[in-house]
C-alpha cells in the first residue's frame, strides 16, 4: 500500500526520536554525575529492545494494517493481531531480565535466622518457647507474567493502535481529496454542458432575427452581422470561462440589446440600464442573457404596446439584475424552457445557496430577479 510522504516522515521522525532517545539520556547522567562512566553496553541493550518493537511496527504497517484500514476485513485483522500479542508475550516472558527471576525470593537481611546475629549468640535460650527458623524459609517461585510483560504488551498495542489511527487518518483526508476532485470534475462537465446548450440556442434566436430583419431592411441586417461577429467573438473567448469580467459581460448585453432594438419599431419601448463603470469583479459569463432573450421572445406584442425594462445595480459585492416585460397577446409557441432551466442548474452549480432568483408571472407582466455575489 502507497503511503504518502507525510505519513512516512512522521514514522521517520517518531522512531528517530525513540532510538536517539537512549543517547540522550545517558549523555544527560553522565554529564551531571561524574562516577558514571559513558556505556554503551547499555544503549545498546535498550536498542534491541527497540528493534523488536520496531521490526513489529514493520509487519504491522506494511502487512496487518492495510487488512484493516484498506481492505476493511476486521475479523482477520484482530486475529491475526491477537495471535502477535500472545507471541510477544510469550517471547517477553522467555527473555525477561536476571533481575526478575529472584522477585519472589526474601531479601538476605530477611533470610538471617536469629541465631546467627552475632549479638544473640550469648542469649540464653527461652523455656518453653519455640523460635521459628527462618534461615530455611522456602523462596516464592516467580510469577509467569510479570508486571515488565504486562507493560511490555500494552506498549505493544498502543503503537498498533495509533499506527492504525494514523493511517485511518491519512486514509479519510485521502478519501475526502478524491472526492473534492471528482465532485469538481463532475462540476466542470455539468458547467461545459449547459454552456454547450446555451450556446446553441442563443445563436439560434439571434439567426432568427437576422432572417427577419434581411426581408424588412437588408442594411439593418448587415448591421445586425457586425454587432453579431462582436458577441460569437466573446462567445468564442470568454464563454467557456468561469469568470469574466463584469465590464465584458455587460458589454455583451448591450450588443445584443443594440441588435434587438433594429428588428422592433417604437411600439416596444426598451430600457436598459446598466452601470457605466464597475469594480474589477468577475461574473459568470452568458448567466444573464437567458432572461433577455426571454424577455423580447415572449414579451413583445406586435399589436399592442408592450415593454422590456432591464436594470442592474452592484454594490456591496453583489449584483442585483431585474428584468420586467410585457406579455403578449397571443404566446410564443417555440419549443422553449432550455435556457431557463440551464441558468437554474448553472446557479445551482456555481453559488449553492448564496443566490437568489425571484420569478413572478402575472396575467399581464412577467419579472426576474437575481442576486448573485461577485467573484
Same mark, same amino acid.
Given at each position: 500500500?502507497?503511503?504518502?510522504?507525510?505519513?512516512?516522515?512522521?514514522?521517520?521522525?517518531?522512531?528517530?526520536?525513540?532510538?536517539?532517545?537512549?543517547?540522550?539520556?545517558?549523555?544527560?547522567?553522565?554529564?551531571?554525575?561524574?562516577?558514571?562512566?559513558?556505556?554503551?553496553?547499555?544503549?545498546?541493550?535498550?536498542?534491541?529492545?527497540?528493534?523488536?518493537?520496531?521490526?513489529?511496527?514493520?509487519?504491522?504497517?506494511?502487512?496487518?494494517?492495510?487488512?484493516?484500514?484498506?481492505?476493511?476485513?476486521?475479523?482477520?485483522?484482530?486475529?491475526?493481531?491477537?495471535?502477535?500479542?500472545?507471541?510477544?508475550?510469550?517471547?517477553?516472558?522467555?527473555?525477561?531480565?536476571?533481575?526478575?527471576?529472584?522477585?519472589?525470593?526474601?531479601?538476605?537481611?530477611?533470610? =538471617?535466622?536469629?541465631?546467627?546475629?552475632?549479638? /544473640? %549468640?550469648?542469649?540464653? !535460650? $527461652?523455656?518453653?518457647?519455640? #523460635?521459628?527458623? &527462618?534461615?530455611?524459609?522456602?523462596?516464592?517461585?516467580?510469577?509467569?507474567?510479570?508486571?515488565?510483560?504486562?507493560?511490555?504488551?500494552?506498549?505493544?498495542?498502543?503503537?498498533?493502535?495509533?499506527?492504525?489511527?494514523?493511517?485511518?487518518?491519512?486514509?479519510?483526508?485521502?478519501?475526502?481529496?478524491?472526492?473534492?476532485?471528482?465532485?469538481?470534475?463532475?462540476?466542470?462537465?455539468?458547467?461545459?454542458?449547459?454552456?454547450?446548450?446555451?450556446?446553441?440556442?442563443?445563436?439560434?434566436?439571434?439567426?432568427?432575427?437576422?432572417?427577419?430583419?434581411?426581408?424588412?431592411?437588408?442594411?439593418?441586417?448587415?448591421?445586425?452581422?457586425?454587432?453579431?461577429?462582436?458577441? =460569437?467573438?466573446?462567445?468564442?473567448?470568454?464563454? /467557456? %470561462?468561469?469568470?469574466? !469580467? $463584469?465590464?465584458?459581460?455587460? #458589454?455583451?448585453? &448591450?450588443?445584443?440589446?443594440?441588435?434587438?432594438?433594429?428588428?422592433?419599431?417604437?411600439?416596444?419601448?426598451?430600457?436598459?440600464?446598466?452601470?457605466?463603470?464597475?469594480?474589477?469583479?468577475?461574473?459568470?459569463?452568458?448567466?444573464?442573457?437567458?432572461?433577455?432573450?426571454?424577455?423580447?421572445?415572449?414579451?413583445?406584442?406586435?399589436?399592442?404596446?408592450?415593454?422590456?425594462?432591464?436594470?442592474?445595480?452592484?454594490?456591496?459585492?453583489?449584483?442585483?439584475?431585474?428584468?420586467?416585460?410585457?406579455?403578449?397577446?397571443?404566446?410564443?409557441?417555440?419549443?422553449?424552457?432550455?435556457?431557463?432551466?440551464?441558468?437554474?442548474?448553472?446557479?445551482?452549480?456555481?453559488?449553492?445557496?448564496?443566490?437568489?432568483?425571484?420569478?413572478?408571472?402575472?396575467?399581464?407582466?412577467?419579472?426576474?430577479?437575481?442576486?448573485?455575489?461577485?467573484?
Amino acid at each position: 500500500m502507497k503511503q504518502s510522504r507525510q505519513e512516512n516522515l512522521i514514522y521517520i521522525v517518531v522512531w528517530s526520536l525513540l532510538f536517539v532517545a537512549p543517547l540522550l539520556s545517558l549523555y544527560v547522567r553522565t554529564t551531571n554525575d561524574v562516577n558514571l562512566v559513558f556505556d554503551w553496553m547499555e544503549v545498546f541493550l535498550v536498542w534491541q529492545k527497540c528493534a523488536v518493537y520496531f521490526l513489529l511496527f514493520l509487519i504491522h504497517n506494511f502487512f496487518l494494517a492495510p487488512l484493516l484500514v484498506r481492505g476493511h476485513k476486521r475479523v482477520l485483522y484482530f486475529s491475526i493481531v491477537a495471535v502477535v500479542l500472545v507471541t510477544f508475550a510469550c517471547f517477553q516472558c522467555n527473555n525477561r531480565p536476571k533481575g526478575d527471576e529472584h522477585r519472589g525470593e526474601r531479601p538476605p537481611m530477611e533470610q =538471617m535466622s536469629r541465631s546467627e546475629s552475632p549479638f /544473640d %549468640k550469648h542469649e540464653p !535460650p $527461652l523455656h518453653g518457647r519455640h #523460635e521459628p527458623h &527462618r534461615g530455611h524459609r522456602p523462596s516464592m517461585p516467580p510469577p509467569i507474567v510479570g508486571e515488565h510483560d504486562i507493560l511490555a504488551v500494552m506498549m505493544l498495542i498502543l503503537m498498533f493502535g495509533a499506527n492504525v489511527g494514523i493511517k485511518g487518518y491519512f486514509r479519510s483526508r485521502d478519501d475526502r481529496k478524491r472526492l473534492a476532485a471528482l465532485e469538481k470534475q463532475n462540476l466542470e462537465q455539468q458547467l461545459e454542458y449547459l454552456r454547450y446548450q446555451i450556446n446553441p440556442h442563443f445563436f439560434m434566436n439571434t439567426l432568427n432575427n437576422i432572417h427577419a430583419l434581411v426581408d424588412i431592411d437588408p442594411a439593418k441586417a448587415q448591421e445586425t452581422i457586425v454587432e453579431l461577429s462582436k458577441m =460569437m467573438r466573446f462567445v468564442l473567448y470568454e464563454g /467557456d %470561462k468561469r469568470g469574466v !469580467p $463584469l465590464m465584458k459581460e455587460l #458589454e455583451f448585453i &448591450r450588443n445584443y440589446v443594440k441588435l434587438m432594438r433594429l428588428r422592433y419599431t417604437e411600439k416596444v419601448k426598451i430600457s436598459l440600464d446598466l452601470p457605466r463603470e464597475t469594480s474589477d469583479r468577475q461574473i459568470p459569463p452568458l448567466i444573464l442573457i437567458t432572461f433577455i432573450e426571454n424577455a423580447f421572445k415572449h414579451g413583445v406584442s406586435y399589436q399592442h404596446d408592450s415593454f422590456i425594462e432591464m436594470k442592474m445595480d452592484v454594490q456591496d459585492e453583489q449584483m442585483r439584475f431585474t428584468c420586467r416585460n410585457s406579455k403578449a397577446d397571443v404566446p410564443n409557441q417555440d419549443k422553449g424552457g432550455v435556457g431557463l432551466a440551464n441558468v437554474r442548474k448553472r446557479l445551482n452549480l456555481l453559488f449553492d445557496c448564496n443566490y437568489t432568483l425571484n420569478i413572478k408571472d402575472t396575467s399581464d407582466v412577467y419579472s426576474v430577479e437575481l442576486t448573485i455575489p461577485l467573484q
